[in-house]
Structure formats: C-alpha cells, structure tokens
C-alpha cells in the first residue's frame, strides 16, 4: 500500500505562486511513476504534470510555468506552479501508479489540494 498526503494549496494572486507538496509512505519501491492532475468544478480530472521514468512532462496549458520535481529521499514530489492564473483554480490531486504483487499497474490518489486563484 501507498499513502499519498498532499499540502500547500491556498489563496494566491494572479500571476502569484504556490508550490505544492506530494508526501508518499508505505511501499515506495511499488511506485511506478508520479503526476499530478486537477479537477475543476464539475468536471473530469486533467493531468498537469507527470514524471514518469524517463523525464517529466506537462500539460501544454502549464509548460513553462510549472515545474514537477521528485525527491526519493524526502519522500516527496513537488509542483511549483508560477504565473497562476484564476481558471486553474481548481482541487489538486496527486496520483502514484503502482506495481501491485501480480506485476500489474495500479494507481492510488491523495484526498487533494485546494488552490484558489482570485484578486
């Protein structure tokens, strides 16, 4: 089993920053790759950003101004997001994909972070 613990949304300006912060426990050797998604009001969950085995990747919407990073000894992966703007105010969620004990790949999220982009 894998936990997943997100913190650091909140209330921040347009064109302000806000980094936020994935804390994962339990079997991390099972953890394939990471990501982080969205989820608008009412709508499906979009990935953002995710950083699989061979290097990260983004969401057209966000390259250049978010920044996914992963760091194995704190346990932790990070989204730094700069120049936010009021229609990525959303819930944000981090979701790891897992090797269960078959060898399949399964995933498990965390109860998500608010963000909330407003003058």
């Known amino acids: 089993q894998v936990q997943l613990v997100e913190s650091g949304g909140g209330l921040v300006h347009p064109g302000g920053s806000l980094r936020l912060t994935c804390a994962f426990s339990?079997?991390?050797?099972?953890?394939?790759?990471m990501a982080w998604y969205r989820q608008y009001q009412q709508k499906q969950r979009e990935v953002v950003a995710a950083?699989?085995?061979?290097?990260?990747r983004y969401a057209d919407s966000v390259k250049g101004r978010f920044t996914i990073s992963r760091d194995n000894a704190k346990c932790a992966m990070y989204l730094q997001m700069n120049s936010l703007r009021p229609e990525e105010a959303a819930v944000y969620y981090c979701?790891?994909?897992?090797?269960?004990?078959?060898?399949?790949?399964?995933?498990?999220w965390g109860q998500g972070t608010q963000v909330t982009v407003s003058s």
């Open positions: 339990g079997n991390i050797r099972s953890i394939y790759s």
């Open positions: 979701r790891a994909e897992i090797w269960d004990s078959r060898g399949h790949l399964d995933h498990t």
């Open positions: 950083i699989p085995t061979e290097g990260a």
